[in-house]
């Protein structure tokens, strides 16, 4: 349980820093200009939602995590009043501490 905070306190860091990209339609969107690192998605998002990410994620071989975090933590850590389900992450140095809290 230490790392989701970890990784919830980072994601939010990363938001701070203006390295997070929100929602599943501006992470897709953004996916084919090489900027996104890794994304990370809920496992309470949609089926489609899943779908729709990790396939656009392999398309753009691009790093793409399921998190086991409520869609409305993932939420609160970025800033948003409503729930999020899709994260893609800019920065190099974020991308890999977060992927860290999350496999370890």
Do not use: W
């Amino acid at each position: 349980m230490a790392n989701t905070e970890k990784f919830l306190s980072m994601l939010g860091l990363s938001r701070r820093a203006g390295k997070v990209i929100i929602g599943t339609p501006l992470v897709t969107a953004t996916l084919p200009s090489g900027k996104v690192k890794v994304t990370f998605y809920t496992t309470d998002a949609s089926d489609n939602t899943k779908k729709r990410i990790t396939d656009k994620c392999k398309f753009y071989n691009t790093e793409c995590i399921t998190v086991d975090i409520p869609s409305e933590k993932i939420g609160k850590m970025v800033g948003m009043n409503t729930s999020v389900c899709v994260v893609g992450v800019t920065d190099d140095n974020f991308s890999k501490q977060l992927i860290d809290f999350i496999r370890n």
